[in-house]
């Protein structure tokens, strides 16, 4: 089972983009394509921006394979260590309820 969360996903979005740094346009975009109607789990989302009356975006262009493996790589690192840093978060929010029941 693919593990979703929807409050992630807002938080990744909130971002700047990790490829252009571009603010207040990211969206949380998933670093592994399945293909078509295929959910992907959202364990390695990761922020890039999406398209505006400028042009394409960066989560456009990743998606259609317009950038380099190198960068393919690292876009899922990244969204691991996000991964990480949520379940840190659900971890300690977890330990500060427990704690306020003991109380």
């Not at 089972?1 to 990790?18: E, I, N, Q, T, Y």
Request: hydrophobic fraction near 35%.
């Amino acid at each position: 089972m693919s593990f979703r969360s929807p409050k992630h996903r807002k938080w990744v979005a909130s971002l700047p983009c990790a490829i252009c740094g571009a603010v207040k346009r990211s969206q949380a975009a998933h670093t592994y394509v399945l293909g078509r109607s295929i959910k992907a789990s959202d364990k390695n989302v990761i922020p890039l921006c999406a398209d505006s009356f400028k042009g394409q975006g960066c989560h456009s262009k990743y998606d259609q394979y317009k950038f380099s493996e190198d960068l393919k790589t690292k876009a899922k690192e990244l969204g691991r260590e996000l991964h990480k840093v949520t379940l840190n978060d659900i971890a300690a929010f977890r330990l500060l309820r427990e704690f306020r029941d003991d109380i």
